[in-house]
Structure formats: structure tokens, C-alpha cells
């Protein structure tokens, strides 16, 4: 890697930023980068050195095998130490840092007139007094304990309670769909959070929708509804408790009422002291085979990696107001909402509501309000509002909406740092630091500290320079997932069987002649609509599910706002007729199984789909005619090559 010297358009830090930054410049960054591949021991024992250890580590910071040929894979970070996120977050600050009285959160709600101030004095009080709750409904170490909570102060305050009891949280997404299958494989939760919620103008009912589940396996459940000051106004409360209550049964023996249990909750609570490798959460994320898979990541590599990525992604310092857009039921806002900002004693807004509610110019509006500082939102949100304001968007999407987010949001003078990164990775993996790296619109730039990318052709060939490939990883940083839980095998074929002593992340990714990495997309059968990730398998199967439908094959096809939006190819039985009330019927299939997210934008009828002669499908092939590119290349491969003819004629009837 060499400081880019490019003739394409770069924008450079400003010096403003430069002077005061942890990372000030590229020589910067190189010489840190440089170190923390070279003596990772050294790098990482720094780090966690400002963390408090109930006991210190008897192994290395960071042990692995990423090669399946010598053994299981793991990662072990820190092993023999005892320490307790929860600690780390709030005692840490407040009883060592002096920062009780420093605001944590200004939470934001879906109106306007409801917003409160979070102190880390009070977060810590609130989270003890929850911590004992589910103590006493029963919630032991190494317990799971689902949330389904949307964006308010009680769903931080009920993570970090399991972290403090050394439970481990499972959040279940929320904001993408509210009938999204609950993981089936539950049995041992303990708690479920429910609540009824105003999105917009929508009253969402959670609690309805989490009673089948409920009926299952959950023992207790933890109520919390509405009743604290800070969720609604008096009147919009009796009207949501009203429309709840209807349909709701609660039962004594099991439910209990946030409110009343809070109250009388002493709030002293001693931290479980946990081992290092201990589970902290399990987060599900879309499978290829259309499966869930629930990412297991632990806690004190996650602690390290979270706090460290925060702190230099974002150049943080104490008077900033940062605020990330992300639901806390993501990745995103797991690290970058929760755990990262507040191992940094960082103030953060937290809204509940919705970027165009009550009205387009809300995320602006609480940028103003609070005198926001960093801001941390996706390429889709700014899509939105590139389209809503200059009315245009142009093409290429992606450097179009990156300079219109740089020039008119951030008035030029405000860098953008495009993170890439997974659920599984924890953490930023590619990133630019604000005051050191030169940006490209529409790159990732370079690896953060401890992590070293390569790009593999098929055969796993190491591809050096300029290229294009297959994104791996050579080797662990602290947060990466450890496993999938109750799933070691998959964990192992998923990420590690392609290509053995590498981690796959099933991206596609160029490196250009400045050593720039590119993200180019996912080259697995994932698809990514709005930043959420889905298999095609998924939708595929919905898709069967209709009567008319004897096979389905799905397609991502760029979309201006969504960034990719979904095309499918469907084949129907013999007899079966493709009219408009189907394109209509399978489209409403899809949306309630999956979720809004997930709904097709475009259906094709597909007399027959292009397949190798063994018999499988030729995506490529289907992307390319989604998309309407003529020139298919190689088709020698396929069994019948008329059926491409056959799609491209049937093409415009897409709907
Ligand atoms: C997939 C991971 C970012 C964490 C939340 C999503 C895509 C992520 C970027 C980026 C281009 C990106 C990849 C990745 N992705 N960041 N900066 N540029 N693509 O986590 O749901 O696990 O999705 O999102 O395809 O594999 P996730």
C-alpha cells in the first residue's frame, strides 16, 4: 500500500479536522496499520488496557484456525480473562470517569414533542434495576432472552441488563418486518419484550403479532407498554393501551408490567463476571439456503473492537453528538448505537421514528435540535433525500449520492466514511478515518487496524494489484463472529470451506491502482434491497408457495433509491395463466412472508429458466437479462440456449 497518488477527483481531509484528530494523517494510519498486523499482541493489549479486568488474560490476545484441513475453526480472544461489558459501558465512566452527569442519550421520539435526556448516571440505575428484574422472573447466566422492542430508552436499558447478568440478548429485528419468522429454535428464551408502537401514523401492536411465539415457548414476558412519560402524549397512550388491550390477553402468572416492576427494583445490582469468550448476543442474519443463521458474537473481542472502530471511524471526542439512523435491531446499531458509542462515554441521539415523519425534513430537523456533530446513516436514506430535495438522481447512483451527501449535506466540508462491513464481522472492516484517508466516492478505501483483506480468484489464487475478486479475509480481528449458534457446521462451510484458511465474506471486491478496495456486490445468492440482506432462496421459496407456480428463480436488478430491488423469473404449471391479478397475488405472498423489504418490484413470466446441463440455475444469466444487456457472453454451457431468446422476448411484459 502506498499514499494514493491518483489523477480521478480525490477529496482530501480538511486540515481543520487534521489537527485535533486521533489519526491526523495517511502516514498516520499507515504506520498504526502497519504495527497492529505486525505485533497484533502489542496493538490489541493497548486497547484493552483502558478496560477494566476483573482478571487479566493468561493467553494471547488473539488465538485462530481458519484453516478447516488443520482443524475446527475458532477465534479466542484474551482467553482466562474475566471482565463484564456492562461495567466497561457505564460503571467504568461513571464511577472511575467521572462522567455520570454526561448526557448518553437524547432519545427522539416518533413525534416531535416527545424527547427526553438519558444521563450515564441514570442509564446505569435504570439498567440495575431492570438487571434485577429478570433476575427475580428467573433469567440466570448463559440464558437467552429475546427483545422485541422498538427504538426507546427500555430497549438499551434491557440489552445492557443482560450483559450486566451475563444473559445473552437476541434481538429480534423489527423494523423491516413485523411478521418476520421468530427463529424457530427458541425453546430456551426466558423474556420477551413486547410493546405496541406509533411508527408514523401507524399504530403497530407487537405484542399480537409475538403471541404465537409466545404460545410456544416463552415462560415470562416483560411488558412494556406505554406507560413511561417519555413514550406518548396522555392522549395518544389511551388510545394506543385501548387498541392493545382489546386483543391482548395478558396472563398473571406469566406477564408482568415494565412499570410496576421497575419501581420497586432496588438498583444495585453486581455485575456477573464473565469469561472473555462468553457469549454476549446472537443476532440473526439472512442464510443462503434462506434460513436465519444467529451470529454469535462474544464479549470482551467485541468490546475491544467496537470501542476501538468507533473511536477512529468517527474520530470521536468528547464534546461530539453523534447520532446513528440504524434500528438497534441491526448490526449496525448493536455496535454503532449501543456498545461502541458508549465504551467511548460518547453522547448519542437516539430516534424512534421515521426519517419522513411528520413530514421529509425530519433527519435535518434533529440535526439542527440536537447540534449533531457525526452522522451515521445509509446509502438509501440518502438516496431518499438526494430524490426528495434536488428532485434528480443521476447515474452512476452511488458517486452521484455520494457527492450530493458530501456538497449539500455536509457543505463540503464534512467527510464521508463509506464502512463496510456484516453482522458478522462486528465491526468495520473497510474504511476510510476521517482526518488520514483521501476519499473516493463509492470506495471503502483501506482495512481498518488488525485486518488484512485479500482478493482470491475462483480457484483461491491470491490475486495482487490492480484486480478483482472474491473478498476474504487473512485472518481474525477481535470482533468477528465466533460461530453460529447451535450450528458449528455451518458456521465452518459457510465462511471457511471455499476458500480454507480464509474468511469468505461473499462479496465481490476490486482493488484499484491506488490499492483502493471497491466493494462490487454480493457474489453468493444474497441479494441486498435498501441495505437489508436476503437470500434468493428465501423469496424463491415464498414464491413457490403459490399455487400457480411450479418454479421461481430471483434476480437483483439496480434500483435508484433501494440501490437493488428485486426481479423475478417465475414458471407456472401447465394451464396456469400469467395475468396481472398473479403479479399482484405473488407480490402480496412475498410481502407477508418476508416482509415489505422483500417485495418483488418486477415479476417475468419464464416459460422455461436457462440451466446448465446438470441442471442448475444460470443466475447470471438472469441478472443480465433483468437488466436488459444483450451481450450474454459465453452460452455454451447452457442445456437449452433458445430459452434466453424466449425470456428477452417475454421481457417487456414484466410487471
Ligand atoms: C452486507 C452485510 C454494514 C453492516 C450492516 C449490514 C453489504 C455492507 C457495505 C458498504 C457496499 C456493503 C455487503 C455485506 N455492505 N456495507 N459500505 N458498501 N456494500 O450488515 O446485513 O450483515 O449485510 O452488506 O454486501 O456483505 P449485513
Redesign the pocket.
Known amino acids: 500500500m502506498v499514499v494514493p497518488e491518483s489523477q480521478e477527483k480525490m477529496y482530501y481531509p480538511p486540515v481543520e479536522l487534521q489537527r485535533n484528530a486521533h489519526v491526523p494523517d495517511f502516514n498516520s494510519y499507515l504506520v498504526m496499520y502497519k504495527k497492529s498486523l505486525e505485533n497484533p499482541e502489542a496493538f490489541w493489549r493497548e486497547v484493552a488496557d483502558e478496560f477494566f479486568w476483573k482478571k487479566p488474560a493468561t493467553g494471547p490476545m488473539l488465538q485462530h484456525n481458519f484453516d478447516m484441513t488443520k482443524g475446527n475453526i475458532f477465534v479466542n480472544c484474551m482467553e482466562g480473562a474475566k471482565t463484564n461489558m456492562c461495567y466497561n459501558v457505564l460503571d467504568r465512566h461513571v464511577k472511575e470517569g467521572k462522567l455520570g452527569e454526561k448526557v448518553a442519550y437524547y432519545w427522539e421520539g416518533n413525534s416531535p414533542d416527545h424527547h427526553m435526556t438519558i444521563t450515564y448516571r441514570q442509564l446505569l440505575s435504570h439498567v440495575c434495576r431492570c438487571a434485577n428484574v429478570l433476575k427475580q422472573m428467573g433469567v440466570k447466566r448463559g440464558d437467552r432472552v429475546s427483545i422485541y422492542l422498538p427504538m426507546i430508552p427500555e430497549l438499551i436499558v434491557t440489552m445492557l441488563a443482560c450483559a450486566r447478568i451475563g444473559a445473552v440478548h437476541s434481538i429480534v429485528v423489527r423494523k423491516v418486518t413485523f411478521n418476520h419468522p421468530m427463529p424457530r429454535d427458541k425453546g430456551q428464551d426466558k423474556v420477551l419484550c413486547v410493546y405496541g408502537v406509533y411508527r408514523g401514523e401507524k399504530l403497530i401492536n407487537l405484542k399480537q403479532i409475538s403471541d404465537e411465539a409466545l404460545e410456544k415457548c416463552r415462560e415470562k414476558l416483560l411488558l412494556v407498554m406505554g406507560l413511561s412519560p417519555w413514550n406518548m402524549n396522555p392522549k395518544m397512550y389511551k388510545s394506543c393501551i385501548k387498541s392493545i388491550i382489546q386483543d391482548m390477553q395478558v396472563s398473571s402468572q406469566r406477564d408482568v408490567w415494565w412499570d410496576e416492576v421497575m419501581r420497586d427494583s432496588p438498583d444495585e445490582c453486581e455485575p456477573e463476571w464473565m469469561d472473555a469468550e462468553d457469549p454476549l448476543f446472537i443476532l440473526y ?2 442464510g443462503s439456503t434462506g434460513k436465519p443463521k444467529g451470529v454469535v458474537h462474544t464479549v470482551a473481542g467485541y468490546l475491544l473492537y467496537t470501542s476501538l472502530t468507533f473511536r477512529y471511524v468517527f474520530d470521536h471526542h468528547p464534546d461530539d453528538v453523534y447520532w446513528c439512523t ?1 434500528d438497534i435491531g ?3 446499531g448493536h455496535s454503532y448505537i449501543t456498545y461502541g458509542p458508549l465504551a467511548n462515554g460518547a453522547t448519542s441521539v437516539l430516534f424512534e421514528g421515521l426519517p419522513v415523519h411528520p413530514h421529509v425534513g425530519r433527519f435535518w430537523e434533529i440535526i439542527e435540535k440536537y447540534k449533531v456533530t457525526k452522522f451515521y446513516t445509509a ?1 438509501t436514506a440518502i438516496r431518499l433525500a438526494e430524490h426528495q430535495i434536488l428532485g434528480t438522481v443521476g447515474e452512476p447512483i452511488n458517486p452521484e449520492a455520494w457527492r450530493w451527501y458530501h456538497e449539500v449535506v455536509g457543505q463540503g466540508r464534512c467527510p464521508v466514511v ?8 462486528g465491526g468495520h472492516v ?1 474504511t476510510p478515518l476521517p482526518a488520514a484517508t483521501p476519499l473516493k466516492p463509492g470506495s ?1 478505501t483501506f482495512p481498518f487496524f488488525g485486518v488484512e483483506p485479500a482478493i482470491l480468484n475462483e480457484h483461491g489464487e491470491e490475486l495482487e494489484g490492480v484486480t478483482e475478486g472474491y473478498l476474504v479475509f487473512r485472518k481474525p480481528w477481535p470482533g468477528i463472529m465466533r460461530t453460529i449458534y447451535k450450528n458449528q457446521e455451518l458456521f465452518e462451510n459457510t465462511y471457511f470451506r471455499k476458500f480454507p484458511g480464509f474468511y469468505v ?3 465481490g471486491c476490486r482493488r484499484d491502482k491506488d490499492g483502493y478496495y471497491w ?1 462490487t ?2 457474489i453468493d445468492d ?1 441479494l ?1 434491497v435498501s ?3 436476503m437470500s434468493t432462496a428465501e423469496v424463491e421459496a415464498a414464491l413457490m408457495l403459490h399455487q400457480s407456480v411450479s418454479e421461481a428463480a430471483v434476480v437483483s436488478r439496480p434500483h435508484k433509491v433501494k440501490g437493488e430491488c428485486l426481479y423475478c423469473f417465475v414458471t407456472l404449471k401447465d394451464s396456469k395463466e400469467f395475468n396481472c391479478k398473479l403479479v399482484e397475488d405473488l407480490k402480496r405472498l412475498v410481502r407477508e412472508k418476508i416482509g415489505p423489504i422483500a417485495t418483488p418490484d418486477f415479476i417475468q413470466n419464464a416459460p422455461a429458466l436457462p440451466k446448465t446441463r446438470s441442471g442448475k440455475i444460470m443466475r447470471r444469466i438472469l441478472r443480465q437479462i433483468a437488466r436488459n444487456e444483450k451481450d450474454l457472453g459465453d452460452l455454451s454451457t447452457l442445456a437449452d440456449p433458445k430459452v434466453v431468446e424466449v425470456l428477452f422476448n417475454q421481457r417487456s411484459e414484466a410487471a
Open positions: 442474519t439472512s440504524a441491526w448490526i449496525t446509502p463509506d464502512t463496510f462491513w456484516q453482522t458478522e464481522t473497510l471503502a465474506t461473499g462479496d466493494i456486490g454480493r444474497m441486498n441495505g437489508h440482506l
